[in-house]
């Protein structure tokens, strides 16, 4: 797996980033692929990324999301549906490592799937698909601690191979049914504002978030004149100057 270049930090307190709902988000059929590093194991159910925060349930409100297992290293996949409630699959993504995560729903055959690394994880038969009253906003490490490298929506579920492709090949993704694709990096985040790469326009809105330079472990680093600088000894990053992030 090739690691990634830059990511975006989200502190786990009061850091986020939504975009906006899109008639090409809202989607019958789809995959959820993400590349994150977990930095701690929260006890809540919020939202790693997909629709919705959460609601009082706990549980993200959306058609479609990856959250949080409260105190594990989970990662969990639902689609909202009435007849679905708390049905989930899942994949792990241990603390202090880079994972790839992909979970796929096909309306047209009830069946899921999730993939950690391109290998199948977990799966799942006999879903309804999303309501059409779940579609909300996007949400992306909702006050969770993780570093997200990239993500990405379809609007059709990816094969196995496909996912694999992705893995192996993260600057160049499978395109047919791409539909949002954040990428981490200083030509896609401007300010507060994240490029969406598919073409659609579904730029994200980043809230305290910082983006982050990943390096060889060093003991520290300097960026370069006016950056700050901040390393981070078990991970082997710095913090590569944010200018214009609230």
């Not at 899942?90 to 055959?109: E, I, K, Q, R, V």
């Not at 690394?117 to 799942?124: E, K, T, Y």
Request: hydrophobic share 40%; proline share 6%.
């Amino acid at each position: 797996m090739p690691q990634p270049s830059y990511a975006l930090y989200f502190n786990g307190t009061n850091a986020y980033a939504v975009v906006p709902l899109s008639s090409s988000l809202e989607v019958q059929s789809v995959t959820l692929e993400v590349m994150l590093y977990r930095l701690g194991t929260p006890n809540n159910y919020r939202t790693v990324f997909g629709m919705g925060a959460y609601a009082s349930s706990g549980l993200p409100s959306g058609a479609y999301a990856l959250f949080n297992g409260a105190n594990t290293t989970g990662v969990l996949f639902q689609i909202r549906n009435t007849s679905n409630q708390y049905k989930s699959i899942g994949f792990n993504a241990p603390l202090n490592t880079w994972t790839h995560g992909a979970c796929t729903y096909d309306s047209s055959t009830g069946n899921a799937y999730c993939y950690q690394n391109g290998v199948l994880s977990q799966s799942a038969t006999g879903w309804a698909p999303p309501e059409s009253s779940s579609y909300t906003n996007i949400y992306i490490s909702y006050n969770l601690p993780f570093m997200i490298a990239y993500a990405r929506v379809y609007n059709r579920a990816l094969s196995q191979s496909e996912i694999q492709w992705n893995y192996n090949n993260p600057d160049s993704p499978v395109k047919d049914g791409l539909v949002l694709w954040l990428k981490a990096d200083p030509s896609t985040v401007k300010g507060n504002t994240w490029i969406d790469l598919s073409g659609h326009g579904n730029n994200a809105t980043l809230y305290n978030a910082q983006l982050v330079q990943l390096a060889p472990s060093i003991p520290w680093f300097w960026v370069g004149i006016g950056a700050v600088t901040a390393v981070a000894a078990g991970v082997g990053l710095w913090m590569a100057h944010s200018r214009g992030l609230i």
